[in-house]
């Protein structure tokens, strides 16, 4: 009998009831024909069970690190940045779209603040400059799934919660994949521009920018303690393939951080004092993500401590050194933040409760047995659970699919020699993509509310990029590599 609560669900979802509840509803009442009265105060009591969580209290800390840095003008940074690097390419300010979600990724975590906040931004500027309404708000929603694969990410948190796994390893797994999504989309633009005549653009630089002696001085010695950063990387990679001179560490960054004098020194030459002014004002928001995943791979800090040190952060850059916003901005972002968290983890909570009448029902048992009964070839597998999470995608919330799947699919690759971070990945990356999927995806509707434009309009327009970001799944698929690599370099997965 409880084996129906799946498509009851299904369509409760169809005929329009909120998720939340069709979460709930579904699997109570088929527990009440069942005579189990019992386990539905245990279903109920599972929601606040769902949400009790240390681990999940990381989500809101990250929802409200986002709404600060949008209320305190660092998204409007951001954009400007990605405007003077790419504003000039053919298709300009779509690769300036898709840049600004690589980099707006770091911040927030989530699709729908990525679509609200440059979307409200960046669709208007693009129908300006001579895009279609509906091309400019299919490009964001399709950029905006970057925003939960590139850490920090609120979908990951979950799956680490729910399935055990490491968020250290889930984030630096998350990497390559998002920055492979975000060239494909930039890729489909490019082949767009000449046959859609796309509008040539210019690159843009604000005149009017203007930044502080001491942000000044700060981004300064920042962009040159990144730079030694990223050749000392290059060194470290390197080394695994050659052997190199023993040099004590901090000798190397000190020569490191020379060679990065040097390079920003001819670089002064050959840009305009606006260009510099842009580029500085975006460095220290820019440190977010490189504080996050610094302190949790150092083992400084917790993701949900991490998520608690970026909103101090956030704080300190936007009410004290930027100036950009003031104390009696702080209730209007909390209450946002707090709306936004609470819709996530009242979904959490309803999923872990539905995940309760998953195992009564031993629903994982039989789907797994019929799974290994179509084939027991781990690529073809992974070939059908693709199929089955892009339909899933279509209809249910990422986080909420995780949660009831997971626990599901998880043990069954894991046992066929799959790596455990390998198949989070791949779970991750597809439900992700299935926030800008139609007939339900997440984002479709926000870029329709940011937009005015119909979401069956959204829909059509949007095709192109999604054919692209199904095929870099494939490729997250069948190439390991792509997603484990920086995990296992850095000593996170085997």
């Given amino acids: 009998?409880?084996?129906?609560?799946?498509?009851?669900?299904?369509?409760?979802?169809?005929?329009?009831?909120?998720?939340?509840?069709?979460?709930?509803?579904?699997?109570?009442?088929?527990?009440?024909?069942?005579?189990?009265?019992?386990?539905?105060?245990?279903?109920?009591?599972?929601?606040?069970?769902?949400?009790?969580?240390?681990?999940?209290?990381?989500?809101?800390?990250?929802?409200?690190a986002g709404e600060m840095m949008n209320r305190g003008g660092i998204t409007l940074r951001l954009v400007e940045f990605s405007q003077a690097l790419m504003g000039h390419l053919r298709g300009g300010l779509a690769h300036v779209n898709i840049l600004s979600s690589i980099l707006f990724?770091?911040?927030?975590?989530?699709?729908?603040?990525d679509t609200s906040a440059l979307g409200s931004m960046l669709i208007p500027a693009m129908e300006k400059n001579g895009y279609s309404r509906k091309f400019a708000a299919a490009v964001t929603a399709a950029s905006s799934v970057i925003g939960p694969i590139i850490p920090p990410s609120g979908i990951m948190i979950i799956y680490a919660y729910v399935m055990g796994e490491s968020v250290a390893a889930l984030f630096l797994a998350g990497i390559v994949?998002?920055?492979?999504?975000?060239?494909?989309?930039?890729?489909?633009?490019?082949?767009?521009?000449?046959?859609?005549?796309?509008?040539?653009?210019?690159?843009?630089?604000k005149a009017d920018r203007t930044i502080g002696p001491v942000e000044n001085l700060i981004a300064r010695v920042l962009a040159r303690i990144n730079m030694a950063g990223v050749l000392y990387i290059i060194w470290a990679l390197i080394g695994f393939a050659v052997t190199l001179p023993?040099?004590?560490?901090?000798?190397?960054?000190?020569?490191?951080?020379?060679?990065?004098?040097?390079?920003?020194?001819?670089?002064?030459?050959?840009?305009?004092?606006?260009?510099?002014?842009?580029?500085?004002?975006?460095?220290?928001?820019?440190?977010?993500?490189?504080?996050?995943?610094?302190?949790?791979?150092?083992?400084?800090?917790?993701?949900?401590?991490?998520?608690?040190?970026?909103v101090a952060y956030a704080a300190v850059i936007s009410l004290m050194l930027l100036k950009s916003m003031t104390i009696r901005d702080l209730p209007d972002v909390l209450r946002r933040a707090a709306m936004t968290s609470a819709v996530v983890l009242l979904l959490v909570g309803a999923a872990m409760a539905f995940k309760t009448v998953v195992s009564l029902s031993h629903t994982p048992e039989t789907l797994a047995a019929f799974m290994l009964g179509l084939s027991d070839n781990p690529l073809t597998l992974l070939f059908l659970i693709n199929l089955l999470l892009f339909i899933v995608g279509m209809f249910l919330d990422a986080g909420p699919a995780i949660i009831i799947l997971g626990p599901i699919l998880g043990p069954i690759f894991t046992d066929l020699g799959v790596d455990s971070i390998h198949f989070a990945i791949i779970m991750s990356v597809n439900l992700t993509v299935g926030l800008a999927t139609p007939p339900m995806g997440l984002v479709l509707f926000v870029a329709s509310s940011v937009s005015g434009e119909r979401v069956e309009t959204i829909s059509k327009a949007i095709l192109p990029f999604l054919a692209v970001e199904i095929a870099v799944i494939f490729l997250i698929t069948y190439v390991p590599a792509i997603s484990m690599t920086i995990p296992r370099l850095t000593g996170f997965a085997n």
């Fill in 177 to 205: 994949p998002g920055i492979l999504i975000g060239a494909g989309l930039m890729l489909v633009v490019r082949l767009m521009a000449d046959k859609y005549d796309l509008p040539k653009a210019e690159r843009i630089v």
């Fill in 246 to 310: 023993a040099i004590n560490g901090w000798v190397l960054f000190v020569v490191f951080l020379l060679l990065s004098e040097g390079i920003f020194f001819r670089a002064r030459k050959s840009m305009s004092e606006e260009a510099r002014t842009v580029y500085k004002r975006a460095v220290v928001p820019l440190q977010t993500p490189i504080i996050i995943l610094g302190g949790i791979l150092g083992g400084v800090f917790t993701p949900t401590e991490a998520g608690a040190i970026a």
């Fill in 105 to 113: 990724a770091g911040l927030s975590g989530s699709a729908v603040a």
């Fill in 1 to 64: 009998m409880l084996v129906w609560f799946l498509p009851l669900f299904l369509i409760l979802l169809l005929v329009g009831l909120p998720v939340f509840f069709a979460l709930l509803f579904a699997p109570g009442f088929l527990l009440w024909l069942n005579g189990q009265e019992r386990d539905i105060a245990l279903l109920y009591r599972n929601v606040y069970q769902g949400m009790n969580s240390f681990p999940l209290m990381a989500i809101p800390f990250f929802m409200l």
